[in-house]
């Protein structure tokens, strides 16, 4: 096994804390966007990789993946942390605003996870985490798009952690409830006071909150926990 992570949106938000954390627990950190940035800069890190990945293209994935494998640093550990919400209620929701969503969320996911997963097949260890949301275990409403996707991605995972659990691959999701990013903003004050009002812990969360679960799961704690939906929500469903 190797100690090399790649986290797909890691310019902001959970992605870059996910990858800050890793970081301090001395992996090294391939981070993606879809535009500039420079992981190394934002993390205090000058081992950390910064490649640009735009998860409607596969071609963009396949490039990462031949620049990952020439260089001989392919991940044992793979984050599907980047998604997108378009949020509109069902019956004036566009086609448009489906499509993309399910592209990015979805097939971004079945594409990066496809691109990547052979090596650790090979190696015979990998550690898959997908970032879900609560909305893909609850419901939300707006979010009918998103909600599939994210939905989407337990059966995705339980079905990788059935096939590859011999291989000493584990493939978990991780369902953040409210957490305080860029995703978050179109809430203003009262409203995250009315939404907090739902959450057992009255608070929402922090990206540090989502990260420590996440660097957990690739740990050596979590050899044999797999197929599994750990939600770090503060209470916000409980199932
Ligand atoms: N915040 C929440 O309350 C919350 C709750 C539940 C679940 N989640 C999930 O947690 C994950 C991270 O959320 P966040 O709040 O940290 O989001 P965020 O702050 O909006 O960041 C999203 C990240 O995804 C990347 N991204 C977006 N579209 C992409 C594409 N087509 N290809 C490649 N990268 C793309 C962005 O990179 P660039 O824009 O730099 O390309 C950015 O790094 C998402 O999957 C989200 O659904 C968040």
Partial sequence: ??????????????G???????SKEGYKVIG??????????LIG????????LDLMSKESINDLFEVLKSKDILPSVLINNAGITKDQLFLRM???????VIETNLNGLFRVTKAFIKPMVKNKFGRVINISSVAGLMGNSGQVNYSSSKSAMVGFSRSLAK???????????VAPGFIETDMTTFLNDDDKIEVSKNIPMK???????VAKCIVFLASDNANYITGQIISVDGGLFMY
């Avoid at 993606?32 to 800069?41: E, P, V």
Wanted: a negative charge.
């Fill in 163 to 173: 096939e590859l659990g011999s291989r000493n691959i584990t493939s978990n999701v």
């Fill in 32 to 41: 993606t966007s879809r535009g500039d940035f420079n992981l190394g800069d």
């Fill in 94 to 100: 566009k086609d448009k605003d489906w499509d993309e």
């Fill in 1 to 14: 096994m190797n100690k090399i992570v790649l986290v797909t949106g890691a310019s902001r938000g959970i």
């Fill in 45 to 52: 890190d000058s081992s950390a990789m910064s490649v640009q």
């Fill in 16 to 22: 870059l804390e996910v990858a800050k954390l890793f």
């Fill in 203 to 209: 608070r929402f969360g922090t990206v540090e909150d």
